[in-house]
């Protein structure tokens, strides 16, 4: 695992992914650490506001998160 970066981000839910996302777009290195191994299996989340949308499909994420 690599321990040099710019920004260490603690936690990959929305928010930890989005930044990752969005420092790199600004062209600055971030490392995400996760403690789960995978995805949760209870369900955090029922439906996304039209706001939230638009900015995944800036991000160009529109597809799979319908799918
Ligand atoms: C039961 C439930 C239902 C919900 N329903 C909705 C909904 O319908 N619509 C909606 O918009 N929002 C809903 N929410 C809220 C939504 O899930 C949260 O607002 C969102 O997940 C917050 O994102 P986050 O990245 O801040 O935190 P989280 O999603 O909690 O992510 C934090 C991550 O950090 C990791 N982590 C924590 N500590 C460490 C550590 N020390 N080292 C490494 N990793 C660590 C955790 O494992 C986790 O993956 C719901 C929440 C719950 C609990």
Do not use: C, Q, Y
């Amino acid at each position: 695992m690599r321990t040099d970066s710019t920004v260490f981000i603690v936690g990959a839910g929305p928010i930890g992914m989005s930044l990752a996302l969005l420092l790199d777009r600004l062209g600055i290195d971030s490392i995400v650490v996760e403690r789960s191994p995978g995805i949760t299996t209870h369900p955090k989340a029922r439906d996304l506001n039209a706001r939230t949308m638009e900015l995944f499909r800036m991000w160009g994420l529109e597809e799979p998160i319908r799918a």
